[in-house]
Every structure is written in structure tokens, then in C-alpha cells.
């Protein structure tokens, strides 16, 4: 594709996110000054730490609860994502089958029922997030991957709690679905995908937050957890919180508990949006179902249209920057923009000429066996969890109620899970975490050039049960 032609594509898009870029954002809420005493305080202003505020105070309406956010509400991974809300606890059934076998069945249950609440929350509390219930629709853009579908149509479960099951679409069906010549098959899970915005339901739930009392303070970072022999201390620039109960929800971001820090690394992943299409535009493409796509490459695309009908075009490269670094010039891209622009415009020629509006990249939390995992600290008085590893908009809510049991001290089906129980293997220090994950990133390309077939770097990884894909 000339490369004018994607210059020209790209030519001002916004370097943000598209979701933040909204004028209905609400404006930052106070910072912390002076001391607070609190019965519980969560770090993160996130998906995982908004949940765990507003479970904390559905379960007990009276308990004093903070919440502090380093910069604004949802401005990280939660405000940055492609707004594909899965009930996956595992990353899929594939990955959850290699590291919790015993467990895949009733964690395939908790997560529908997980979702399932999720929605019923957002509508109870009247949070306008463009939710739409359209499933995923994955696609085989090679020969070899329709075998892999009509597997997974063979295997998946029937239908639950009064949803259908997944669909199985050949080439004719599918491309009726979405006009696209680069598909060869389709499986449309119906039900375990929900669409949204993710970050208006980050700002609702930050307001449901406050309407139930909890005290949320932006522009706070948290320097340090200390503890006492009956408290939790968090010192932040201009004030301390004394706490009986502390919930962590850092996601990408350095762990305030050492031992958990060599757990995940900080994976960018970059998306694009273009203008809302037209009325013929949308003819010649179809997607009147409106699903979710992806592709089954291992470095995959995942696309959707949003509520006023632009296109999101996101994924295939995952970079990771030596030493782990975090960094605001990471989350802009050129190369990586002008692929995905490339890369839309081969799903659907019939856009070519189509505008982006915005560019925007951000960090993921990884973690070696792909699903988020669970820690305890201070005598029990402090839980975390990280590594959702792109899939946290729905398995946060999931994960905040594990936070709450963990801190109550009282056995539940959650906590005997051995997904919470068990954490993954760590990353090494550097220079072998960059060296392993680039020679992991090359096996992958190369994979997907010969058909799927995985070399003797990635049967390794598979055998020590270790992952990283984009």
C-alpha cells in the first residue's frame, strides 16, 4: 500500500485515546491533604479498584471506604482498551485448560455469572456506557485456522443461563455477517462478550462510588505501604490514609508490595479509530450485529464500531521496552500506526480513503500464565491482584470480590480457587525477561508464517507453561 496513502490516513489524528477524548470527561476530584483514618483504602483509580470500592460498600453500606488515584479516573489501561467486556477468567478456555484443568468448568460458570451481574449492575445504577450485549465474532483469515473453529464450535459448551451458544459460520455465512474477503470462517460466541465504553464506565462507576459514600481522591499518588500492629499506612505527597484494610489495583504500574513486582511486565499495545462511517459505508461492510471481531493470529487484531459508528482497529504489536519501562512517548507509535491502518484497509477495501481520528497506545499488565493473580501481605491486612493481561474489563469486577474475601479473612468458594491460591511463575531480571520476550515475539511471527505450526522456542514455552502474545 502506498505509503502516502496511510500518511494521509493518519494525517491529524489525535495522539490520545478516543474514549477520554470526550466532553462529557468529568473533572478531577480533589487530591488528598492531611491525614484520613479509614476502615478500607484501594489504590487505583481503575476498573479493579472501582469495583472493589463499590462491592466494599454494597456489602457493608456503613464501612468508611477511600479510594486513591495517582492522576484521574480510568486515564490508564481502563480508559485505553478496546471495550471488549469478557466473561473469560482465563484468558480464553485454551489457556485456562493449561494452567486450572480441575478448575475450567466452574470458572467458565463464574465468569458468565460474573458478566451476567456486571450488567445488572450497570443498569441498576443507570450507567450509560454504550453497553451492548453483541458477542465476539472470531475469524480465520488463513485456511489452516477454519479447522481450528469448527473444533472449537465441536467443543464448546451448550448454551447458558438462557443464552445461546456459539455459532459456527462458514465462509458465505460469515462474510454475510461482515463483508470482509480476508475471511474464511467464523465463530460468533453470542453470549460471553459484551460492548462498551470503557471509559464512561469508568467515570460511572467513580460516580456510583461517591453517591454511596465512598471518598475518592484523584491526583494522589501513593509513595509507600507501611503497617502497625493493628493498621495500614499509605503515604502519599500531601497526606497519609491509616487504614484497617488495603486493597491494591495498580494493574501495569510498579507494585507497592516488593515481592509481587517481578510478576508482570508492562506490554504496549496500540489502537486506532477512524471517522464515523456512512450510511454506504456501513452497507458495504454489513456488521449489523454489531459483535466484536478478532482474528486468530497469534499476534491478532481486534476491532469493533463504536456507538456512533466508527471503527476501532487495535492489537498485533505488543511491545516491551527494556528494564520495564513506563513511559507517556511509549504510547505513541508511527510504525505501528501506519500497520494498523494498513491492516484495515486490506479487512475492508471498500473504506480505503477512510480518515483516523485517533492514535493512541498504553501498557498492559502481563503476566506469565496470562489471567490475573492474587496476593496477601501484611499479616493479611493488605491483598493485590495484577496480570489481566488484556483481558480486565470484566474479570476486575470478578477480581474485586476475590479482594474482598481475601481481606475478610473468611474462606469462600473464590479463595479456595486455585487460580487465587496459586501465582504464576515471575519474570527474570533483565537483560533475560527482553531477551526471552523477543525471541518469544520472533517465534510468534514466525508461526503465524507457517501455518500455526509452533517451533521448538514456543513447544518450550508451552511446556513450562509460559505465555506472551499480543
Known amino acids: 500500500m502506498p505509503a502516502a496513502e496511510i500518511r494521509a490516513a493518519l494525517a491529524g489524528a489525535a495522539p490520545r485515546p478516543f474514549w477520554l477524548d470526550d466532553p462529557a470527561r468529568p473533572v478531577a476530584g480533589p487530591g488528598l491533604t492531611g491525614d484520613v483514618t479509614t476502615?478500607?483504602?484501594?489504590?487505583?483509580?481503575?476498573?479493579?479498584?472501582?469495583?472493589?470500592?463499590?462491592?466494599?460498600?454494597?456489602?457493608?453500606?456503613?464501612?468508611?471506604?477511600?479510594?486513591?488515584?495517582?492522576?484521574?479516573?480510568?486515564?490508564?489501561?481502563?480508559?485505553?482498551?478496546?471495550?471488549?467486556?469478557?466473561?473469560?477468567?482465563?484468558?480464553?478456555?485454551?489457556n485456562g485448560a493449561?494452567?486450572?484443568?480441575?478448575?475450567?468448568?466452574?470458572?467458565?460458570?463464574?465468569?458468565?455469572?460474573?458478566?451476567?451481574e456486571l450488567a445488572e449492575t450497570i443498569a441498576r445504577?443507570?450507567?450509560?456506557?454504550?453497553?451492548?450485549?453483541?458477542?465476539?465474532?472470531?475469524?480465520?483469515?488463513?485456511?489452516?485456522?477454519v479447522e481450528w473453529l469448527a473444533e472449537d464450535a465441536a467443543r464448546s459448551p451448550g448454551p447458558?443461563?438462557?443464552?445461546?451458544?456459539?455459532?459456527?459460520?462458514?465462509?458465505?455465512?460469515?462474510?454475510?455477517?461482515?463483508?470482509?474477503?480476508?475471511y474464511r470462517a467464523g465463530l460468533w460466541d453470542r453470549s460471553g462478550t459484551a460492548m462498551l465504553h470503557p471509559a464512561k464506565l469508568a467515570w460511572g462507576l467513580a460516580r456510583v462510588c461517591r453517591e454511596l459514600g465512598v471518598e475518592v481522591y484523584e491526583n494522589t499518588p501513593v509513595r509507600a505501604v507501611d503497617s502497625t500492629r493493628d493498621h495500614v499506612v499509605l503515604r502519599a505527597d500531601r497526606g497519609t490514609v491509616t487504614a484497617q484494610r488495603v486493597a491494591l489495583a495498580t494493574n501495569a504500574f510498579p507494585s507497592l508490595l516488593r515481592r509481587t513486582r517481578w510478576h508482570t511486565v508492562p506490554v504496549y499495545d496500540y489502537a486506532i479509530v477512524t471517522e464515523p462511517l456512512t450510511p454506504e459505508q456501513l452497507d458495504?461492510?454489513?456488521?449489523?450485529?454489531?459483535?466484536?471481531?478478532?482474528?486468530?493470529?497469534?499476534?491478532?487484531?481486534?476491532?469493533?464500531?463504536?456507538?456512533?459508528n466508527r471503527i476501532l482497529f487495535g492489537g498485533y504489536d505488543a511491545i516491551y521496552h527494556y528494564g520495564r519501562a513506563l513511559r507517556p512517548g511509549h504510547d505513541q507509535n508511527e510504525e505501528t500506526f501506519s500497520r494498523l491502518v494498513a491492516h484495515l484497509y486490506a479487512t475492508f477495501p471498500q473504506l480505503h480513503g477512510i480518515k483516523i481520528t485517533h492514535k493512541w497506545g498504553g501498557a498492559i499488565d502481563t503476566c506469565t500464565r496470562f489471567f490475573a493473580f492474587f496476593a496477601t501481605a501484611h499479616r493479611g491486612r493488605v491483598a493485590y491482584t495484577?496480570?489481566?493481561?488484556?483481558?480486565?474489563?470484566?474479570?476486575?469486577?470478578?477480581?474485586?470480590?476475590?479482594?474482598?474475601?481475601?481481606?475478610?479473612?473468611?474462606?469462600?468458594?473464590?479463595?479456595?480457587?486455585r487460580m487465587v491460591r496459586r501465582r504464576p511463575l515471575p519474570f527474570p531480571p533483565e537483560p533475560i525477561a527482553w531477551l526471552g520476550i523477543k525471541l518469544t515475539t520472533a517465534a510468534l511471527v514466525r508461526a503465524d508464517r507457517r501455518q500455526g505450526r509452533r517451533g521448538p522456542w514456543l513447544k518450550l514455552m508451552d511446556a513450562l507453561k509460559l505465555g506472551f502474545d499480543s
Open 160 to 182: 447458558a443461563h438462557g443464552t445461546a451458544g456459539p455459532l459456527y459460520l462458514d465462509q458465505d455465512a460469515v462474510r454475510a455477517e461482515v463483508a470482509s474477503p480476508l
Open 98 to 116: 493449561t494452567h486450572v484443568p480441575d478448575e475450567l468448568d466452574r470458572l467458565r460458570e463464574l465468569g458468565q455469572e460474573n458478566l451476567a
Open 125 to 145: 445504577y443507570g450507567i450509560d456506557c454504550d453497553f451492548e450485549w453483541t458477542g465476539v465474532l472470531n475469524v480465520a483469515t488463513e485456511e489452516h485456522q
Open 386 to 417: 495484577a496480570g489481566f493481561t488484556g483481558l480486565g474489563v470484566g474479570a476486575t469486577r470478578f477480581a474485586a470480590n476475590v479482594l474482598l474475601d481475601l481481606l475478610a479473612g473468611t474462606r469462600t468458594e473464590r479463595t479456595a480457587l
Open 39 to 94: 476502615d478500607l483504602a484501594v489504590v487505583g483509580g481503575g476498573f479493579a479498584g472501582l469495583w472493589t470500592a463499590l462491592l466494599a460498600k454494597e456489602r457493608e453500606p456503613g464501612r468508611r471506604v477511600v479510594v486513591l488515584e495517582a492522576r484521574r479516573i480510568g486515564w490508564a489501561a481502563s480508559g485505553r482498551n478496546g471495550g471488549f467486556c469478557e466473561a473469560s477468567l482465563t484468558h480464553g478456555d485454551a
Open 284 to 308: 458495504a461492510i454489513g456488521w449489523r450485529h454489531r459483535q466484536g471481531l478478532a482474528d486468530l493470529n497469534n499476534r491478532f487484531h481486534y476491532y469493533r464500531l463504536t456507538a456512533d
